[in-house]
């Protein structure tokens, strides 16, 4: 996140959550608007919006991520409302990234997963209100291109909500369908499953943007394969920690999780792998010393004594942790 975040620009905050706008995405918009302006001006492509003046390209533009933006603040919150943490937006040129922690709950993951489209789904009869009943406002008047921009912003929000309920990850479709499989599998199994799923689709998709010479298709089902990719092998590692016997005098700090006993962590000095638990946090080939460990189930951050002092305070609420 450090990374991608290092070359965006802080737009915002808004109720705790910074919001960024990555350099790509400025490049993207000059060209995007430009080439959609003189591709409808000369009659290239009938899927193209034709206004009368230029300028409601870039307004649809802004009006599109305006949406995408919603959407994102709506897993951000629905994430804060099950007690995960949620402080982080970026707009991209495919979209937006929520960068959000939910409980490692099948309940509280389902709930984060699905306030996004439901933002759209929210929006389809407001957008819908405004763009076609009449309301007694005549918006010919203000611009003779409002009434037809006010349409094809419903269009695209509708297109948005289809498209991001397909079941396979990383769209949000998948996502709830792994919430929803996790209750039945397993959170690794399910987050394997929907990553296969990912994968056949943004292969077949690469295929076909192959075939109809499609750009755009290309580069968003490759992030798709790509992404769905990295999830199944995520999924196969989550599965071996969670079958792994764990540590019993140990616990996270943040959701209770006893991490597993084994040589899974890795040292960034000397490539020892080392059970940082056995080890105290500390590498037995170089000697460095880790003084904080992100625990493998929430993905929280906490100092190695704080994982012991967890520990006894699960086993025995009374218990003063040492200071």
């Known amino acids: 996140m450090s990374t991608f975040r290092a070359g965006s620009l802080w737009l915002f905050r808004l109720f705790g959550i910074d919001v960024y706008l990555h350099w790509s995405w400025i490049l993207i918009a000059i060209f995007q608007i430009q080439s959609s302006a003189n591709a409808a001006q000369d009659d290239r492509s009938w899927l193209l919006p034709i206004y009368e003046s230029s300028r409601w390209y870039a307004i649809q533009y802004v009006a599109l991520f305006g949406i995408v933006l919603l959407h994102e603040f709506g897993h951000a919150l629905a ?3 099950v007690g995960g943490s949620a402080d982080t937006i970026v707009l991209w040129p495919l979209g937006g990234i929520a960068y959000v922690r939910p409980p490692q709950r099948p309940g509280a993951y389902f709930w984060t997963a699905l306030a996004g489209p439901l933002v759209n789904f929210l929006l389809v009869p407001l957008l819908g209100i405004v ?8 918006w010919s008047a ?3 291109d409002l009434p037809y921009f006010l349409k094809v912003i ?3 929000n509708l297109f948005l909500l289809l498209f991001n309920v397909m079941p396979v990850y990383p769209l949000d479709g998948g996502q709830i369908l792994h919430g929803l499989l996790w209750y039945l599998i397993g959170q690794a199994e399910s987050l394997m499953v929907v990553s296969i799923l990912g994968m056949a689709l943004g292969g077949a998709a690469m295929v076909l943007s192959l ?7 290309s580069v968003l089902s490759a992030f798709v394969f790509f992404t769905a990719n990295m999830g199944f ?4 590692m989550l599965s071996k920690l969670l079958s792994n016997p764990r540590h019993s005098d140990a616990a996270c700090p943040a959701c209770g999780f006893a991490p597993p006993q084994g040589n899974f962590w890795l040292c960034d000095e000397c490539g020892t792998r080392f059970d940082t638990f056995d080890c ?4 037995p080939g170089c000697g460095k010393l880790f003084r904080i460990t ?3 189930n929430c993905a929280k951050q906490h100092p190695i004594n704080e994982w012991f002092d967890a520990a006894k305070k699960y086993e025995n609420p009374s218990y003063t942790p040492h200071a």
């Open 142 to 144: 203000l611009s003779p």
């Open 233 to 236: 092998r995520h999924g196969r």
């Open 211 to 217: 075939l109809i010479g499609s750009l755009w298709l």
């Open 131 to 138: 763009a076609f009943l009449d309301l007694g406002i005549d």
């Open 154 to 156: 419903w269009g695209i």
């Open 79 to 81: 994430c804060r409302q």
């Open 294 to 296: 992100a625990c493998p």
């Open 280 to 283: 105290r946090a500390q590498c």
